[in-house]
């Protein structure tokens, strides 16, 4: 009798990968930039210190060494990748896509490349669109990557959002599988009618870079905080028991929580209210801060790389991010 799970292919993680700048910025070193406080910070987001990438350091950059060893990781070759995806708002450039610049370094030759932009969502969705397009029969082999350098779209006189980011780069590689249960089930949505609570309006064609726009302070973050917590914690936990639902598992199935890593208290609440105690969760917000499209990969490759995340273990990951846009993907590792 042919298993089940020999006819259907799923979608695996095959390996994962970092990358993280080396210089640390400490809550006390921004008492010194804005008007704010060690305590107020860790009180409020429960980051202490964050990694800025240098000036010469782009998102590829950060993006490639994670991919690298994303690679190492799996034991796949970059010539055998048939796709790469970067999840990213803070692209090298506005084209070529960030996703083009990986292939180059790495020596990618015959893959397809782009970027994907959905802010913190962005890798989330990066995976769910891999997954599609390898479902698909098309592809067997993608490499998807969550990167940003928020540092360089960082209002550092606004105090209410420059406590807030980090830099910083994860990657993994995606395989089609008829052996691993591999990804279970998602649940995804988007609410464009949200997307001004939290964007940067400089930049694109709607704003181009002129005088007036950078004076305007156009480029950077803009966020109303307080109202995006709100929506981050519904969605979240909702998306969250969605994807659990849809996987016929409950929480007593999930071994670990990756979520996006804006706010101490947000990953909190959702702790509370999806009922899984903050000891499965892995956190990485005190040290990295929120690194956008990067939490989710960085916080699973240190999971995977101390030991707590072992093959066959369930995985929830949840995310939320301008748009807005959310996620939560179940997944075997
Ligand atoms: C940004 C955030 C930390 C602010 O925390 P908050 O508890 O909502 O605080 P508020 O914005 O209501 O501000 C409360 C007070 O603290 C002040 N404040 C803001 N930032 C401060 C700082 N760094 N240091 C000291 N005080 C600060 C505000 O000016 C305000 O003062 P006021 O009451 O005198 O006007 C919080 O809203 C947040 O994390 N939001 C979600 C962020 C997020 O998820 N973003 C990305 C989504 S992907």
């Known amino acids: 009798m042919i298993d089940d799970r020999e006819k259907t292919p799923r979608v695996m993680i095959a390996g994962t990968g970092a990358y993280l700048p080396e210089r640390i910025l400490t809550n006390a070193e921004l008492e010194t930039m804005v008007d704010t406080?060690?305590?107020?910070?860790?009180?409020?987001?429960?980051?202490?210190?964050?990694?800025?990438?240098?000036?010469?350091?782009?998102?590829?950059?950060?993006?490639?060494?994670?991919?690298?060893?994303?690679?190492?990781?799996?034991?796949?070759?970059?010539?055998?990748?048939?796709?790469?995806?970067?999840?990213?708002?803070?692209?090298?450039?506005?084209?070529?896509?960030?996703a083009c610049l990986v292939q180059s370094a790495i020596g990618a030759t015959k893959a397809l490349c782009f970027d994907l932009s959905a802010a913190c969502s962005g890798f989330l969705y990066s995976?769910?669109?891999?997954?599609?397009?390898?479902?698909?029969?098309?592809?067997?082999?993608?490499?998807?990557?969550?990167?940003?350098?928020?540092?360089?779209?960082?209002?550092?006189?606004?105090?209410?959002?420059?406590?807030?980011?980090?830099?910083?780069?994860?990657a993994v590689v995606l395989k089609k599988t008829f052996t691993h249960r591999g990804i279970m089930a998602t649940s995804f949505g988007a609410d464009g009618s949200l997307g001004d609570l939290l964007m940067i309006p400089g930049g694109g064609s709607r704003c181009p870079a002129s005088h007036e726009s950078v004076e305007q302070r156009q480029?950077?973050?803009?966020?109303?905080?307080?109202?995006?917590?709100?929506?981050?914690?519904?969605?979240?936990?909702?998306?969250?028991?969605?994807?659990?639902e849809k996987?016929?598992?409950?929480?007593?199935?999930?071994?670990?929580?990756?979520?996006?890593?804006?706010?101490?208290?947000?990953?909190?609440?959702?702790?509370?209210?999806?009922?899984?105690?903050?000891?499965?969760?892995?956190?990485?917000?005190?040290?990295?801060?929120?690194?956008?499209?990067a939490t989710v990969p960085l916080a699973l490759d240190e999971g995977v790389r101390d030991g707590r995340i072992k093959r066959g273990d369930v995985l929830l990951s949840i995310v939320f991010g301008g748009g807005f846009t959310w996620g939560a993907t179940v997944l075997e590792y």
Not at 67 to 81: C, I, P, T
Not at 139 to 150: H, P, Q
Request: net charge negative; proline share 3%; with cysteine.
């Open 127 to 170: 995976m769910e669109t891999a997954r599609g397009l390898l479902l698909s029969g098309l592809y067997e082999t993608a490499l998807v990557i969550g990167a940003d350098k928020m540092s360089a779209v960082t209002d550092w006189e606004d105090r209410g959002t420059c406590i807030l980011f980090g830099d910083g780069a994860g």
């Open 37 to 98: 406080s060690d305590e107020w910070i860790v009180t409020r987001t429960g980051v202490r210190e964050r990694r800025i990438a240098r000036p010469d350091e782009a998102t590829s950059d950060m993006a490639i060494p994670a991919a690298k060893q994303a690679l190492e990781d799996a034991g796949v070759s970059a010539a055998d990748l048939d796709l790469i995806i970067v999840g990213t708002v803070t692209p090298d450039m506005i084209f070529p896509n960030t």
């Open 247 to 293: 996987a016929g598992l409950t929480i007593a199935d999930v071994d670990w929580v990756i979520p996006h890593q804006a706010n101490m208290r947000i990953v909190q609440a959702i702790s509370d209210r999806v009922g899984i105690p903050m000891e499965r969760f892995i956190v990485n917000l005190d040290r990295l801060g929120n690194t956008t499209a």
């Open 219 to 244: 480029h950077v973050v803009k966020m109303a905080g307080n109202n995006v917590f709100k929506h981050a914690v519904r969605c979240m936990t909702e998306a969250g028991r969605e994807a659990l």
